[in-house]
């Protein structure tokens, strides 16, 4: 069974504060590695699609990297703005479009 | 840009009726998905449309159906609301049938069952 954890579940930081959030998965023949943000009340806003080991991503203050085993969401001096909670979902091949979502990541920038 | 609309943000009803929510999309994309977003347990999939009239069940289609006439529509029924389906409700659409296409979501509609 296609499983995602997402490390930690929460995290605060201080404003210019950098650091990073952890997906980690187990899939056979992975499709693809999404990165979602979600605002409390709203629905998931696509950030990033990683699809093979070693590709990486930017947006903004954003950074998305991607091993065999796990992908890393770079947050770099962040803003009180970039507080949400962070999504990471993988594609495994089937006969539908099956993707696995993580809990996510509640990330808390404070001024 | 995506669009994806969702009828309502707030919902209230009661135990027993019947529930309609729709979603709506603007970007002509095959596949229309619902999922449910519970607090520890994620993004369930309910049900998945590729297709007009074409439907497959997710993980978890026990108390749901849904409909899809149109390209741009789909709707999600609750045929008699029970409280366990007191949840946020997402809709989400993806561009083909490609195993790699990215899913996009809507604003999600909080629907509470007393």
């Known amino acids: 069974e296609d499983q995602v954890t997402q490390s930690p579940e929460a995290l605060r930081l201080q404003e210019g504060e950098s650091s990073s959030l952890n997906c980690s998965y187990t899939?056979?023949?992975?499709?693809?590695l999404f990165w979602y943000r979600q605002d409390p009340g709203k629905g998931p806003e696509f950030l990033f699609t990683?699809?093979?080991a070693g590709e990486e991503k930017e947006k903004e203050r954003l950074k998305a990297t991607l091993t065999k085993k796990e992908s890393f969401l770079h947050i770099t001096a962040p803003k009180p703005e970039d507080s949400a909670t962070y999504l990471c979902a993988v594609k495994a091949p089937g006969g539908y479009q099956k993707v696995t979502f993580g809990i996510g990541t509640k990330l808390q920038v404070i001024p | 840009d995506v669009k994806v609309t969702q009828s309502s943000r707030y919902l209230v009803k009661r135990t027993g009726e019947k529930v309609f929510l729709e979603c709506v999309q603007d970007m002509d994309h095959e596949n229309m998905f619902w999922y449910r977003q519970d607090p520890g347990l994620g993004l369930r999939l309910i049900y998945f449309s590729y297709d007009v009239k074409m439907k497959e069940k997710g993980d978890i289609p026990e108390g749901y159906s849904v409909s899809r006439e149109k390209k741009e529509r789909f709707s999600l029924i609750l045929e008699s609301a029970s409280t366990n389906q007191t949840s946020m409700y997402l809709c989400a659409t993806a561009l083909g049938i490609t195993s790699t296409d990215t899913q996009y979501f809507g604003p999600g509609t909080r629907l509470t069952v007393l």
């Open positions: 899939v056979s023949g992975l499709r693809g």
């Open positions: 990683l699809y093979s």
